[in-house]
């Protein structure tokens, strides 16, 4: 996967500031353990930390395109495109030669061929940026759903960008602020694109490229989604998506190193470990090794809700036999998801305190450890949900019509689990509602239009706009950094450009045919799964239900409010903790939030 980093300064010569880019990079060494690299133009530094997953031996970075002994073009360069051995093939029949086997250098080779344009061919998750030395000009480029991060902070007349915002705080030049609106995006439980948590860095938005040069920074739309008439049936439907489902996941099983399925036994993750054991078998390469998680106890704390409707375990198990794969059920301990070591790392990891959903941060990076010492690259089931309508939120005519995002309507919202904990005075300072309003307005205002949709089709259009644009990135976020803060490689299926298109236009009529939530993921799946999963609803990421976890996090936040010390104090609500022991505590997510808001400011230095 790799973390990347680079600086353009076109007053300095940057042939001494490789001390810097070497700063920059080690901090994402955990995102590239296998490699380090840097290079350095007149005006341009490069760095590179590889995490080699295809041609282990040539695929050194960063890489660069010489010719007469001058260099053409230099990337830096993360990600994976899927089709690159087709464009290698293409470019080579128009005269381009190769020396490695690698994704990256077909990358190279297609600007230099078509130039920016090249970027409308590839598929895949990808974040890279090239130096192109006959013009002095930088070239920045992030795939189409944001899979992978970009961030890019404009200084003076340079520019400084990295894979994490992590890098970028490591230039010297460079100060850790964050500024009401900062605070206000991580409070406020929506993905702002572009927007960055820190003063003056910007995240490159899906599906944009960036070019800086002499005459400054420009930012240009690649890709966006449309609205489009859908024409076909539903039996045509199902079988576009089935066949969609078995080219992607094809595609996404390339690689020089071991690879998994992430199985929860729910039907997302089910349906790619079936297409992904279908397609190994084909190959004679099977069996699909798969992993999933549970918690020590869980048999005997798990307690049904609204959002965990079952545990996960026996459906996991049961679909692993179905397709004969080699599982792995991991089970963390109380001991290791309750170490304050385990909960600072989630800060330290994702540059920002976990909003919305606690522990599921910290047991994510648990499993993905776990996971790292048998694999290097993992399949997972993300997106899914959003594109076929499994929340409730899409459903239920309170929750999708509500005059906001429909998952904070769903109650994914931070705010009232922090009232008696966060400093009231800052809470109506930043007036969260009115900053929610205002994203929300902006996010309706770009919702694409077909003409003649009925209102109710039109909200459907918006509420899936919605999904896909400022849901999905939040768990695309969480899933990244959580899984490179070990090295792990996290593909997501169901990102694929190409079915998202498809699934956008396709009417909620066909989407909900048989009446249950996914119905077109479901039958579209449907003779690859046992039928207890096929007809199992959906059940949130789990968490921990043992009553000592609990415990111990109030205990931890306890000793942060009382320590004057502790960065953390002097933004509590002294006298509301005082209410909330009376209360029992009611709310976890906002003792998560408040405990990692402590690791974040120790460990980042934080001006706010």
Known sequence: MCGITGWVDFERDMGSTQGVLREMADTMACRGPDAQGWWTGAHIGLGHRRLAVIDLEGGVQPMTVEQDGRTLAAVTYSGEVYNYRELRAELRALGHRFHTESDTEVVLHAYLQWGAAMVDKLNGMFAFGIWDARSEELVLVRDRLGVKPLYYYPAGRGLLFGSEAKSILAHPEVRPVVDQDGLRELLAGVKTPEHAIFHGMYELRPGHLLRFGRAGLRIQRYWALEAREHTDDVDTTVRTVRELLEDIVERQLIADVPLCTLLSGGLDSSAVTALASRSLAERGAGPVSSFAVDFAGNERDFTANVVHDSPDAPFAAEMAGHVAADHTNLVLSLEELADPRTRAMVPKAHDAPAALLGDGFASLYLLFRAIRERSTVALSGEAADELFGGYAWFH???????????????????????????????????????????????????????????????????????AVTRFVPFMLDRKDRMSMAVGLEVRVPFCDHRLVEYTFNVPWSMKYFDGKEKSLLRAATRDLLPNSIVERKKSAYPISHDPRYDAALRAEFDRLAADPGAPVHALVDHGGVRQQKADGWPFRTGLEFMVQLNSWLETHELKL
């Open 396 to 466: 239920a005519p309170e929750l999708r019509d509500a005059n906001t995002f429909p998952w904070v309507a769903a109650g994914y919202d931070l705010m009232p689990t922090l009232s008696g904990l966060l400093d009231p005075g800052l809470i109506a300072e930043l007036d969260i509602e009115g900053y929610r309003a205002q994203r929300y307005s902006e996010a309706l205002a770009e919702v694409p239009r077909l003409s003649g949709e009925d209102a109710a089709a039109r909200r459907i259009r918006e509420v899936s706009y919605l």
